[in-house]
């Protein structure tokens, strides 16, 4: 456990910050990935590093990979690949502000940051349409081994790989169906949070129930509301040993398995997605060993 980022395993905080930067031409960007190693502890800020900047340090990730572009009858999903994701947790706004700027200091002039998108948790880890998110979370042992590399050696045990999707509501589309039918969306009751057994098979736990999959697709979701003024939604993150998990989710979603479409995309749509390699941690620092660098 002493290698592993461990605000990955943490309850959600009151609130976050997720950090995209893009990586700028002709810099070599190992020095600021070393200040950044030294800068952080994976406790309160979590670091994710794309296949860009792995591909520029002539490094390989076994298991990292390019988002899937996904196209279905009604259904888009983008991939907005970038360099480096941070989530940044807190619970005093001004306190991220001053962090991100820090951060943003300490990654130029080798990266560029090009989103900001600031979350907080509503309620018991609610979504904003008032529904219980994660709950088929694994918990404890069940979770260390669904999330971390484990077997693959140092400067690979410890390490987890990071699903990012920025989801967009239509909050008031979602408003105005019946209570029944926000229900058979989601597949589970709002008011209990217990599953509907006869629930539509586009209702969004079936299309993901984890063990229904071959092997089963078991993630672990860290998922926030976001808002900013004029419009607001659901950015999900999903960690896990492989990708596999979760994109065998997404696929099914979209309907690529069966054709059936999953009832979220009736009021939500994706607007950005990723996927990065979240890297252990050694003596209080990230290591980056397997990126071919060492830690001063």
């Not at 999903?77 to 619970?91: E, H, Q, V």
């Amino acid at each position: 456990m002493n290698t592993i980022q461990t605000g990955i395993l943490k309850p959600l905080p009151p609130l976050a910050r997720y950090l995209v930067f893009a990586l700028n031409q002709n810099v070599n960007p190992a020095e600021a990935l070393q200040a950044l190693a030294k800068e952080t502890d994976g406790s309160e800020t979590i670091v994710g590093l794309g296949l860009s900047v792995v591909q520029k340090l002539d490094a390989h990730i076994d298991g990292l990979r390019p988002f899937p572009t996904i196209v279905n009858a009604g259904v888009d999903i983008p991939a907005t690949p970038a360099a480096i994701w941070l989530w940044l947790r807190g619970d005093d706004r001004g306190e991220l502000l001053h962090r991100t700027r820090r951060l943003r200091k300490l990654l130029s002039p080798a990266f560029t940051l090009t989103n900001v998108v600031d979350a907080f948790r509503y309620g018991a880890a609610l979504d904003l349409t008032g529904y219980e998110d994660g709950t088929e979370n694994p918990v404890d042992e069940e979770a260390v081994a669904v999330t971390f590399v484990a077997g693959q050696g140092e400067g690979m045990d410890g390490s987890s790989f990071v699903a990012a999707q920025q989801w967009l509501h239509d909050l008031d589309f979602f408003e105005s169906l019946p209570p029944k039918t926000q229900d058979n969306v989601f597949g589970r009751r709002r008011s209990d949070n217990e599953e509907i057994e006869d629930a539509p098979l586009s209702a969004h736990v079936k299309r993901t129930a984890q063990e229904d999959f071959e092997p089963e697709a078991f993630v672990l979701r860290r998922s926030m509301p976001w808002a900013d003024s004029w419009q607001e939604g659901f950015f999900f993150v999903a960690f896990g040993h492989s990708l596999y998990a979760y994109e065998a989710q997404l696929k099914r979603m979209a309907g690529l398995d069966d054709g059936i479409v999953d009832a979220l995309f009736t009021y939500s749509r994706p607007v950005t997605g990723a996927y990065f390699w979240c890297p252990p941690v050694k003596d209080g620092q990230l290591d980056l060993r397997a990126l071919g660098l060492e830690n001063d």
